[in-house]
């Protein structure tokens, strides 16, 4: 009786753990992502009036710039440059 208590606390424990897990990692996405979506406007206003060039502001770019930072911003400055 002991034993089945303790495997089922052992469970649930073990659920509990698999849905908290992925939540902290939505979290931080979504954190990541907004302020990559900053990042862009600041981006997207200087380059249109000191370069001639503005990046595209979704969902995608804003992920990229929140999750890799300056180098993300560089890259899709570089795209856009490019491209």
Do not use: D
């Not at 406007?41 to 060039?53: A, E, P, S, W």
């Not at 400055?77 to 491209?83: E, K, R």
């Amino acid at each position: 009786m002991i034993l089945a208590f303790g495997v089922g606390l052992l469970i649930l424990y073990v659920l509990g753990m698999l849905l908290v897990v992925p939540m902290k990692w939505i979290g931080k996405l979504i954190l990541n992502s907004l302020i990559g979506f900053v990042v862009l406007l600041i981006i997207n206003f200087f380059g249109q009036f000191l370069f001639g060039f503005s990046i595209a502001v979704n969902f995608l770019n804003a992920l990229i710039v929140g999750v890799f930072g300056v180098p993300g911003a560089l890259l899709l400055i570089i795209f856009t440059l490019l491209l």
